[in-house]
C-alpha cells in the first residue's frame, strides 16, 4: 500500500485573495470553503487539489516546497505576463541570471516557478 497526494496546502493569512489567484492561474474553481481553508481542485475534480489555509503569521523565509508551472500552450514570457497581471511579482530567491525558470510569488509571498518549456513541448 502507498499513500496518494490528495492536497497541496498553501498558508495566508489572507486566504481568499490567495485562493482566487491561483484558480486564476491555473483555471480551477474553489470546490469548498470553510472558515479558515478554501479547496481548489480542476473542473473534474482531479486530484491533488490545493488548500488555502489561514495562518496568523506572516511568511518569512523562503519555501522549502514549492509548485513549478509550465505554459499550457503558450510561451514562458506570455505565461509569466499572464500570471503577473494577475497578481502575481517577481521574487528573488537567489537564482542565478542565466537559469531558465522565472521565479514569482503569490499575493501573500509563496514562491513558484514558471518553467521554460510549454506542456505542448513534453508530449
Not at 474553489?30 to 473542473?43: F, K, M, N, T
Amino acid at each position: 500500500m502507498t499513500s496518494r497526494l490528495a492536497a497541496i496546502a498553501i498558508d495566508a493569512i489572507e486566504p481568499r485573495p490567495v485562493a482566487e489567484f491561483w484558480a486564476a492561474v491555473l483555471g480551477w474553481q474553489i470546490v469548498e470553503e470553510e472558515p479558515d481553508v478554501l479547496s481548489l481542485a480542476p473542473a473534474a475534480g482531479a486530484l491533488p487539489g490545493i488548500d488555502v489555509v489561514r495562518v496568523p503569521e506572516h511568511k518569512t523565509l523562503k519555501n522549502r516546497l514549492h509548485l513549478d508551472l509550465r505554459a499550457d500552450g503558450g510561451t514562458q514570457q506570455e505565461e509569466v505576463e499572464r500570471v503577473l497581471a494577475l497578481g502575481a511579482r517577481h521574487a528573488d530567491v537567489g537564482q542565478g541570471p542565466d537559469v531558465s525558470w522565472v521565479v514569482l510569488a503569490d499575493p501573500e509571498g509563496n514562491e513558484f516557478c514558471i518553467l521554460s518549456r510549454s506542456v505542448q513541448d513534453l508530449a
